[in-house]
């Protein structure tokens, strides 16, 4: 047997992994980089997050990936040095991280990289009938596991594809394995670029649980905050939060045919970008609203759009978790309590003993458990593809 393989054996039947898990989302903001100790696999999974760091991306590395981020038109040459880079940047932050953290790389099982996504199209969002969901997350793990010495799981979402998904969101897997709950109905929120959620009717059953993203999180208010204000985000609210709502735009931004389509959906930046805001601005002849109405108008979309997912799907008592940088943001989280109904109670996902910021990237070394030392079922659930997902790269 070959020794990588062998090693990989012994993880899988090790009582407790240690893996990491690595999210670079929609919002650019960085890395998110999370060591977990996790045991079990499936429902009966268990996580210890022991360490977790953003590690920011500095101006000059988001330049690189803003150049090819969804674009419709990019350098092929420029894509191909980004994908071997951004995988050796990666590796290079996740050793600061364990000599940040006095931890060995040869404690550590497996490294799950999500990669960086720079576009995704699922079937509703593109016009080529030819072909169905696809989406591409770059940073080769081949990379990652040279430049770190780590066997590196990576690329999760084509599976999830091949098997007749969209590719996302995969937080329906671990929000089902770790959160469901027997004693209340539940709603795992995350909101970074683009809000998604995970409802999950009190029980254990696969049934009723729905998994979807709704629509912009931060996206258009980070793209209006870079393209105005050079500023990667408006932070605290500050800019939005003198501002007032204006109806007329909110109007025609709830116009946008991706909130009609029914749930499951996902979407991206490749539908919520600035285009969008100034094509609505137009028509809705809002064109000269001044910055802070349009950020406190773009903070209301995204919280109308939340809250009235969650309001439509928890009819009974039940309590959101919420999740992603969306919840740093005050105008944001109190526009979107004002809107839920009184019987929905808001809380972030710390209260679930995950923090907020890592929610994601601890998603990922889930998935990466499950590639290890999950059990293949049988069941063929729509709602949940019984898949294996990930592809493994060695170190040597
Ligand atoms: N103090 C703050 N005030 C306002 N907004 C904030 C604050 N901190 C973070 N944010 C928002 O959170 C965003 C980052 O969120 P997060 O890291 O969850 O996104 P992501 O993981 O990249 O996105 P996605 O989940 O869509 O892939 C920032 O770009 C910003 O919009
Ligand atoms: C294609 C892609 O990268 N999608 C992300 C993005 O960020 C949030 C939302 O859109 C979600 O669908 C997904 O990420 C999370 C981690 C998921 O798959 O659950």
């Given at each position: 047997?070959?020794?990588?393989?062998?090693?990989?054996?012994?993880?899988?039947?090790?009582?407790?992994?240690?893996?990491?898990?690595?999210?670079?989302?929609?919002?650019?903001?960085?890395?998110?980089?999370?060591?977990?100790?996790?045991?079990?696999?499936?429902?009966?999974?268990?996580?210890?997050?022991?360490?977790?760091?953003?590690?920011?991306?500095?101006k000059a590395v988001k330049d690189k990936i803003l150049t090819v981020?969804?674009?419709?038109?990019?350098?092929?040459?420029?894509?191909?040095?980004?994908?071997?880079?951004?995988?050796?940047?990666?590796?290079?932050?996740?050793?600061?991280?364990?000599?940040?953290?006095?931890?060995?790389?040869?404690?550590?099982?497996v490294i799950a990289s999500h990669g960086q996504t720079i576009f995704h199209?699922?079937?509703?969002?593109?016009?080529?009938?030819?072909?169905?969901?696809?989406?591409?997350?770059?940073?080769?793990?081949?990379?990652?596991?040279?430049?770190?010495?780590?066997?590196?799981?990576?690329?999760?979402?084509?599976?999830?594809?091949?098997?007749?998904?969209?590719?996302?969101?995969?937080?329906?897997?671990?929000?089902?394995?770790?959160?469901?709950?027997?004693?209340?109905?539940?709603?795992?929120?995350?909101?970074?670029?683009?809000?998604?959620?995970?409802?999950?009717?009190?029980?254990?059953?696969?049934?009723?649980?729905?998994?979807?993203?709704?629509?912009?999180?931060?996206?258009?208010?980070?793209?209006?905050?870079?393209?105005?204000?050079?500023?990667?985000?408006?932070?605290?609210?500050?800019?939005?939060?003198?501002?007032?709502?204006?109806?007329?735009?909110?109007?025609?931004?709830?116009?946008?045919?991706?909130?009609?389509?029914?749930?499951?959906?996902?979407?991206?930046?490749?539908?919520?970008?600035?285009?969008?805001?100034?094509?609505?601005?137009?028509?809705?002849?809002?064109?000269?609203?001044?910055?802070?109405?349009?950020?406190?108008?773009?903070?209301?979309?995204?919280?109308?759009?939340?809250?009235?997912?969650?309001?439509?799907?928890?009819?009974?008592?039940?309590?959101?978790?919420?999740?992603?940088?969306?919840?740093?943001?005050?105008?944001?989280?109190?526009?979107?309590?004002?809107?839920?109904?009184?019987?929905?109670?808001?809380?972030?996902?710390?209260?679930?003993?995950?923090?907020?910021?890592?929610?994601?990237?601890?998603?990922?070394?889930?998935?990466?458990?499950?590639?290890?030392?999950?059990?293949?079922?049988?069941?063929?659930?729509?709602?949940?593809?019984?898949?294996?997902?990930?592809?493994?790269?060695?170190?040597?």
């Open positions: 047997m070959h020794p990588h393989i062998e090693k990989l054996y012994q993880s899988a039947e090790k009582p407790e992994r240690l893996i990491i898990g690595l999210m670079s989302g929609t919002s650019l903001d960085g890395l998110d980089v999370a060591l977990c100790r996790i045991s079990g696999s499936g429902r009966e999974t268990q996580v210890t997050v022991q360490a977790f760091t953003t590690c920011p991306y500095p981020f969804a674009k419709q038109t990019v350098d092929l040459e420029y894509l191909t040095l980004l994908n071997a880079w951004i995988g050796k940047y990666h590796g290079e932050l996740i050793n600061q991280c364990l000599k940040n953290w006095q931890v060995e790389p040869s404690d550590i099982d199209c699922p079937k509703h969002q593109h016009h080529y009938s030819d072909f169905g969901n696809a989406t591409l997350q770059i940073g080769d793990a081949d990379h990652i596991a040279v430049t770190t010495g780590i066997t590196t799981v990576a690329d999760f979402r084509q599976k999830h594809i091949a098997a007749g998904g969209e590719g996302a969101p995969l937080a329906l897997y671990g929000d089902y394995y770790y959160f469901a709950s027997d004693t209340e109905h539940r709603v795992l929120l995350n909101m970074g670029g683009i809000a998604n959620l995970t409802y999950l009717p009190k029980g254990t059953e696969l049934e009723g649980v729905v998994c979807s993203d709704l629509g912009p999180g931060n996206t258009l208010m980070d793209a209006y905050m870079r393209q105005h204000f050079s500023q990667p985000y408006d932070e605290n609210a500050q800019l939005a939060s003198l501002g007032t709502v204006n109806q007329t735009l909110l109007d025609r931004l709830q116009a946008e045919p991706f909130f009609a389509l029914p749930l499951p959906k996902t979407t991206g930046p490749e539908v919520f970008n600035l285009e969008m805001l100034e094509a609505a601005q137009r028509d809705s002849s809002t064109e000269k609203l001044s910055h802070q109405d349009i950020m406190a108008t773009l903070s209301a979309l995204s919280a109308q759009v939340i809250a009235r997912h969650i309001n439509t799907l928890c009819t009974e008592q039940c309590m959101v978790y919420s999740s992603g940088g969306g919840v740093h943001n005050p105008l944001l989280m109190s526009q979107i309590k004002q809107l839920l109904a009184p019987h929905i109670q808001l809380h972030s996902s710390d209260t679930l003993g995950i923090h907020p910021d890592a929610k994601e990237a601890v998603l990922f070394a889930m998935l990466a458990n499950e590639c290890l030392a999950g059990k293949v079922t049988a069941r063929k659930d729509l709602a949940l593809p019984q898949v294996t997902m990930g592809k493994v790269s060695f170190a040597d």
